[in-house]
């Protein structure tokens, strides 16, 4: 039982090239997020999938895009990358009610030069 | 505006000890989750309260949510190694809301 499995886990890349994080989970969850965490700022969420076809703005989208693929998976992908974007990106999924816990990945390492 | 605060940011204490750790809001929050986070993994969930007053016991960690539900706290007991980590805490205002998350404290046990 994989849970949610986050590919690659570690990535460079030079700023203005384009990459897709991948994420899948296989626990039947409707509900998919992504993340970044950066030191002091905590978890702050990219965007979230409420269920498979939907695709929701959360805190700090700019700069990013994502596609619910199915109900397994949600992918996310820099367009073109800027240093800024330098961070850990975690994916998460969980049953759609808000008490339930979100079951995350082991996240992907991800440097802009 | 963090609406999810967590006090201290560190805390480095000896084993043994024992320790809280503050999560507080302005706002009143439907339920609240704990989390604990290790070096190079995702976080994972410890513990779920959703009443007022709520105390919750995981082991040597014992949970509390305010009765207000506007805050929660969590107290470790004689502290171990094994305990060291980044504890997230997390909520949601509605039952159908996103999570929120808290900036975490990062909790160091000093053998």
């Known amino acids: 039982n994989a849970g949610v499995t986050q590919t690659p886990k570690f990535q460079v890349l030079k700023t203005g090239q384009s990459m897709t994080l991948q994420c899948a989970q296989d626990m039947n969850h409707n509900s998919m997020y992504w993340y970044r965490q950066d030191p002091g700022m905590g978890l702050r969420l990219i965007y979230y999938s409420a269920s498979e076809g939907t695709t929701d703005k959360g805190e700090v989208p700019n700069g990013y895009n994502v596609s619910r693929l199915n109900k397994r998976e949600f992918s996310l992908r820099l367009e073109s990358a800027a240093p800024s974007q330098t961070s850990v990106y975690f994916c998460?999924?969980?049953?759609?009610?808000?008490?339930?816990?979100?079951?995350f990945g082991d996240g992907t390492r991800l440097s802009i030069l | 505006t963090q609406l999810l605060e967590q006090s201290p940011q560190f805390l480095s204490i000896q084993e043994g000890e024992n320790l809280t750790v503050y999560c507080n809001s302005s706002?009143?929050?439907?339920?609240l989750q704990w989390y604990r986070q290790e070096p190079g993994e995702g976080p994972v969930l410890l513990v779920t309260v959703v009443t007022g007053g709520e105390v919750k016991k995981l082991k040597r960690l014992t949970f509390q949510f305010g009765d207000a539900r506007k805050d929660s706290s969590l107290h470790i007991t004689a502290a171990q190694p094994g305990d060291t980590g980044l504890y997230l805490c997390?909520?949601?205002?509605?039952?159908?809301?996103?999570?929120?998350f808290g900036k975490g404290t990062r909790l160091h046990i000093l053998p």
């Open positions: 998460a999924s969980s049953f759609p009610v808000s008490n339930q816990p979100q079951h």
């Open positions: 997390a909520g949601s205002m509605n039952r159908d809301d996103k999570i929120i």
């Open positions: 706002s009143v929050f439907s339920s």
